[in-house]
């Protein structure tokens, strides 16, 4: 992706494009999973920690991107579609690799919606599936194999 289509994603949530949030939402896009704010810090060895989490709690609060709670005590944050709002219908199904330890937008797999009793308000629903991720399934099965 040209650094454009970054400026791009972050003007579009109303976000001023500096230097450092182009740097960090690259590095997000470019992880291809969700990452913890510490996953962030071993990535970017030159920005700060506080630079980090003020980035991610910006970026949080203009719904650029979403955060995960994966049941492992450390949320992890991935970037959103462009289309996504983040309301309950936007929210989509993550998933946690138990080998690798690894968590996934599952975009393209909504939440199963939950009919709610009398009197509840629903606000999120937090969906995480549990197993093995992709490379670590194909590992799996080179060991049955040999
Ligand atoms: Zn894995
Ligand atoms: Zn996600």
Do not use: W
């Amino acid at each position: 992706m040209e650094n454009n289509e970054y400026l791009n994603k972050l003007t579009q949530r109303n976000i001023k494009p500096t230097a450092i949030r182009i740097l960090i939402l690259r590095t997000m896009m470019q992880s291809e999973r969700a990452v913890s704010l510490l996953d962030l810090e071993n990535l970017l060895d030159t920005v700060g920690k506080p630079t980090i989490f003020r980035t991610i709690t910006h970026f949080l609060s203009h719904r650029l991107i979403h955060s995960i709670d994966d049941g492992t005590g450390s949320l992890k944050y991935a970037v959103c579609g462009n289309a996504c709002t983040c309301a309950v219908e936007d929210l989509h199904s993550h998933f946690y690799c138990e080998s690798c330890h690894k968590t996934f937008c599952l975009e393209n797999i909504h939440i199963p919606m939950v009919e709610l009793p009398k009197g509840f308000t629903l606000q999120s629903i937090n969906y995480v599936l549990k197993g093995l991720c992709v490379d670590c399934s194909a590992k799996l099965e080179h060991i049955t194999i040999t």
